[in-house]
């Protein structure tokens, strides 16, 4: 019961009741236990169920009977001793169980012995800072946190301290505080694999002189040991897998020639525009160019730290040192000069190529095969523009649909592309690697690889049910919503992907309760199913204001599990409520 007032001197009360099991769940139920609703589901036959309906076909009567074990512990202390199967309220709430059934799998589910250049790799972009890119602190906490959420890849820009005598990590030519760079090795090391066995690539935005070099030399290979990788050659002809770098640590720069004493410019602070609070909707790669995207043709113009070292020849030069270069396990180098130069394939040796935001997106137009071809062998990373100094994120499709395997985020940024980001690497485990698509590995007959820009057929066609949501009024206040009355929830369900793909629709609202019931479908066709992601959001219909947020999660559609599932919601940040979920259904029409 939650009591709500009106005015000074009256309340209203509403009864939070828990609504009847939908109609699909009930139907089910009655098939699978032979018609007779009133009897009870063995485990027999929710191994049918499972099976047959489910989809689940590594389903065995141990499943089955676990799942039925674990329902009569938590809803039955007395009846578990005496029985052993589901009524239809027992079987609705295993359905709406994520421990029990999740909308994907929790485990490794592809084949990881593949180069490191077929996976997508969950990457982090300056991956120190705790907020904004020109003023916040530096620390290790926000690596720790990337780590244990499964990032595999974190980015440290090394600078001389103050002393000139030690290295520091910090965002160059900005006010951000800095933390010394053994302090963030330490804790790579101690949460490297916390959340996967799978190798960490830490990338190094290298301003050292070639003594501190030398010292970042020496408290890598003593902080990480027998842990990092590095190829007895100078350069590797062919990337190795994840599987046969399982808990090892990569070292990823350019191998620097020589080192260039730059000037200690502050970066002149710009407001940014106030985005939605949630961030921008998912939008088309061709509506992504901004104007400033448009007229530049390099971003680093905006963003000094940026900037090749190379180009000035009227500073001090020196040899690098040898030791540091040989630990270097992925070498890179940033696009510089004409563009298809720069993604030429070279069949005897591969690397790392970076390219910024605004360079990827006008590349996917003049460039857009090349990218594809090229990230087929070698490594493809996309950082943030530099005008990003509120630590938000850019549309990640535009680089998965043509092959980049790193597409950095501020992880300690917002909004819905870091959800996006969130969504994709949930997959396969949680690991941190996905496996591209083979569309983006093969070509055809006729030596063509994938055109992200091609129109192309209706592929599969997925079919969403959101039957309704729940766990609300145990994880918010009574008011937190509205102060009078219950909320109104209404669910927006999409897709993001490429162009031809992207759709957002919504359910209707259902007034004052907090465990709505919508039974409501929607079909999105799919030219690219291996690149889709299924969006959900929910939020608190506002007649007079900005309506809440309730809660929001990304599945990629090729990882979801057909079925009646149950699906966690997480808050604005990627953490997953203790208690808020939805019963869907996923079919494959």
């Known amino acids: 019961m939650a009591n709500y007032k009106v005015g000074m001197f009256f309340t209203r009360k509403f009864k939070i009741t828990e609504p009847e099991p939908p109609q699909d769940v009930k139907e089910a139920f009655g098939r699978f236990t032979d018609g007779t609703a009133a009897t009870a589901m063995s485990p027999d036959q929710l191994l049918r169920f499972l099976i047959d309906f489910q989809r689940d076909s590594d389903a065995k009567i141990a499943d089955a009977e676990r799942i039925v074990n674990h329902i009569m512990q938590k809803r039955h202390q007395i009846a578990k001793f005496t029985r052993h199967s589901l009524s239809l309220d027992d079987f609705h709430h295993f359905l709406f169980s994520e421990d029990l059934n999740a909308p994907v799998g929790s485990k490794v589910c592809q084949d990881m012995a593949a180069p490191l250049s077929h996976y997508f790799i969950y990457t982090g972009h300056n991956s120190y800072l705790t907020g904004n890119q020109l003023s916040s602190d530096c620390s290790d906490v926000p690596i720790r946190k990337a780590l244990e959420r499964g990032v595999r890849v974190i980015e440290l820009d090394i600078w001389p301290n103050s002393n000139k005598d030690d290295v520091d990590v910090l965002h160059g030519r900005t006010l951000t505080t800095p933390v010394p760079l053994i302090q963030c090795l330490r804790s790579i090391k101690e949460c490297a694999f916390s959340a996967s066995p799978y190798p960490v690539i830490v990338t190094l935005e290298d301003h050292l002189t070639p003594d501190l070099q030398e010292k970042v030399a020496e408290m890598v290979t003593q902080t990480f040991g027998d842990m990092l990788f590095y190829p007895e050659e100078d350069c590797l002809e062919e990337f190795p897998s994840p599987e046969s770098l399982k808990h090892r640590i990569i070292l990823s720069t350019k191998p620097p020639k020589e080192y260039l004493e730059g000037k200690n410019?502050?970066?002149?602070?710009?407001?940014?525009?106030?985005?939605?609070?949630?961030?921008?909707?998912?939008?088309?790669?061709?509506?992504?160019?901004?104007?400033?995207?448009?007229?530049?043709?390099?971003?680093?113009?905006?963003?000094?730290?940026?900037?090749?070292?190379?180009?000035?020849?009227?500073?001090?030069?020196?040899?690098?040192?040898?030791?540091?270069?040989?630990?270097?396990?992925?070498?890179?180098?940033?696009?510089?000069?004409?563009?298809?130069?720069?993604?030429?394939?070279?069949?005897?040796?591969?690397?790392?190529?970076?390219?910024?935001?605004?360079?990827?997106?006008?590349?996917?137009?003049?460039?857009?095969?090349?990218?594809?071809?090229?990230?087929?062998?070698?490594?493809?990373?996309?950082?943030?523009?530099?005008?990003?100094?509120?630590?938000?994120?850019?549309?990640?499709?535009?680089?998965?649909?043509?092959?980049?395997?790193?597409?950095?985020?501020?992880?300690?940024?917002?909004?819905?592309y870091l959800w996006v980001m969130h969504g994709m690497f949930r997959a396969n485990g949680g690991c941190g690697y996905v496996k591209k698509?083979?569309?983006?590995?093969?070509?055809?007959?006729?030596?063509?690889?994938?055109?992200?820009?091609?129109?192309?057929?209706?592929?599969?066609?997925?079919?969403?049910?959101?039957?309704?949501?729940?766990?609300?009024?145990?994880?918010?206040?009574?008011?937190?919503f509205d102060s009078y009355s219950p909320p109104d929830f209404y669910a927006r369900v999409g897709i993001a992907g490429v162009p031809a793909d992207v759709?957002?629709?919504?359910?209707?609202?259902?007034?004052?309760?907090?465990?709505?019931?919508?039974?409501?479908?929607?079909?999105?066709?799919?030219?690219?199913?291996?690149?889709?992601?299924?969006?959900?959001?929910?939020?608190?219909?506002?007649?007079?204001?900005?309506?809440?947020?309730?809660?929001?999660?990304?599945?990629?559609?090729?990882?979801?599990?057909?079925?009646?599932?149950?699906?966690?919601?997480?808050?604005?940040?990627?953490?997953?409520?203790?208690?808020?979920?939805?019963?869907?259904?996923?079919?494959?029409?």
């Open 265 to 416: 410019v502050r970066g002149k602070q710009k407001e940014q525009a106030q985005e939605d609070k949630w961030g921008k909707d998912i939008l088309d790669p061709e509506d992504e160019l901004e104007p400033d995207d448009k007229n530049d043709s390099d971003e680093s113009e905006h963003n000094p730290d940026d900037q090749d070292e190379d180009d000035s020849d009227s500073r001090a030069r020196h040899l690098v040192a040898p030791e540091y270069k040989r630990l270097i396990g992925i070498h890179a180098k940033k696009h510089k000069g004409d563009l298809t130069e720069s993604l030429k394939v070279d069949t005897n040796r591969v690397g790392r190529l970076s390219l910024s935001e605004p360079t990827l997106k006008k590349a996917a137009i003049s460039n857009g095969i090349d990218l594809v071809r090229f990230a087929q062998r070698n490594l493809l990373r996309i950082y943030p523009k530099g005008t990003r100094f509120n630590s938000s994120n850019y549309n990640p499709l535009i680089g998965w649909s043509h092959g980049a395997q790193m597409v950095a985020f501020n992880m300690q940024g917002y909004g819905r």
């Open 437 to 480: 698509p083979d569309l983006l590995m093969k070509a055809n007959s006729d030596n063509e690889v994938f055109d992200p820009e091609a129109n192309l057929p209706v592929k599969k066609t997925l079919k969403v049910t959101v039957y309704m949501g729940d766990g609300w009024h145990s994880d918010f206040s009574p008011t937190h």
């Open 503 to 589: 759709v957002m629709k919504k359910t209707r609202a259902i007034e004052d309760n907090w465990i709505p019931v919508w039974n409501e479908a929607f079909v999105f066709p799919l030219t690219v199913p291996e690149l889709a992601l299924l969006r959900i959001e929910v939020h608190e219909y506002d007649m007079s204001e900005k309506d809440d947020f309730g809660g929001q999660t990304c599945l990629p559609v090729w990882a979801i599990r057909p079925g009646i599932r149950a699906v966690p919601l997480f808050d604005r940040n990627g953490d997953k409520f203790k208690s808020v979920k939805l019963l869907i259904r996923f079919e494959f029409v």
